[in-house]
């Protein structure tokens, strides 16, 4: 009877070891992976970039099991890709920690798109990290804006600025004027015409008086008004003004011309503004040729 209490008691103590062994297997923590920095911001569950930028997420992945393999894959519209070059299953920090940069040219015009990052140890655990890339315009779009010849009175919309897309009146100008970037006139032998405030000449109003007079540079372009439809990246609206030909119209210090005139409807005219944003500007309207009554109806694209 005393072997058997002592053969039950070995089982029972032999269990035990066997219990205590699984459970500290069990016990080993999944590697890691977190986000450290990422160059669309603070935010480093995801951030906001245009078409063609390029966006670097910077990483560390820990595997107290070592590390077997790094995976990173896209998922757009319900489809998921693994990115170029991976996985990846060496060259890492150290056998159990790894950190590296990871960059993704954007290539959607709109839309998600969700990168997942893994982290698969020896022992076949995993953790994941997903950072969302929302794909929006690096571009604003003001469309259908028109600018009314001034009027003696100041109540035409005659100025506008570029960074809201607003049009104002003569005296919304003058409270406003550090944003104001151009105004419309009409002109005896110039016609239509775009001025920025420190070029502003018209007998109607007089702006020397305002606190700030913005100098906009305009310059001519080639382009046609499918070639400005076709611009949809700051890239693009930067590339356009600078192939642009600076008009003899009219000067600044800095050696561009302040005023651009004689325009006409489908004209396609560059642009940049004191704060050094470039922009480009379709004339769709001008009505009615004179300078009483008349106005200019355009699309902008400018960079924000």
Avoid at 26 to 42: F, H, K, Q, R, Y
Avoid at 63 to 70: N, T, V
Avoid at 95 to 105: E, I, M, P, R
Avoid at 210 to 218: G, I, L, M, P
């Amino acid at each position: 009877m005393q072997i058997k209490i002592q053969s039950l008691a070995y089982l029972l103590f032999a269990g035990l070891i066997g219990l205590s062994s699984c459970g500290t297997d069990g016990e080993t923590p999944a590697p890691t992976i977190v986000i450290n920095t990422n160059s669309l911001g603070s935010d480093q569950t995801g951030g906001s970039a245009s078409t063609g930028s390029t966006v670097t997420v910077n990483l560390t992945a820990t595997a107290q099991e070592e590390i077997a393999k790094i995976t990173a894959t896209k998922t757009v519209g319900g489809t998921e890709t693994t990115l170029p070059t991976y996985p990846v299953t060496s060259g890492f920090t150290s056998k159990t920690s790894h950190t590296w940069n990871a960059t993704y040219t954007v290539v959607e015009t709109t839309g998600t798109v969700a990168l997942k990052f893994s982290v698969e140890d020896k022992k076949g655990k995993i953790s994941t990290k997903t950072f969302t890339i929302t794909v929006g315009s690096d571009i604003s779009t003001w469309s259908g804006k028109l600018l009314a010849a001034p009027l003696a009175n100041g109540t035409s919309k005659t100025f506008f600025t570029t960074s809201i897309g607003g049009t104002h009146t003569l005296s919304e100008a003058k409270a406003s004027s550090s944003l104001v970037d151009f105004g419309y006139f009409y002109g005896s032998t110039g016609m239509a015409t775009l001025a920025a405030p420190s070029d502003y000449l018209t007998t109607t109003y007089d702006l020397t008086n305002w606190d700030v007079r913005n100098t906009t540079e305009f310059r001519r372009t080639s382009l046609t008004s499918a070639n400005f439809t076709s611009a949809t990246s700051s890239s693009d609206i930067g590339t356009a003004f600078d192939a642009g030909t600076v008009s003899t119209d009219g000067s600044n210090p800095a050696g561009g011309s302040t005023r651009v005139n004689s325009l006409a409807v489908d004209q396609v005219v560059g642009f940049k503004t004191l704060a050094g944003k470039k922009g480009l500007l379709s004339v769709t309207a001008i009505s009615p040729g004179d300078g009483a009554t008349g106005s200019i109806t355009f699309i902008v694209k400018v960079q924000k």
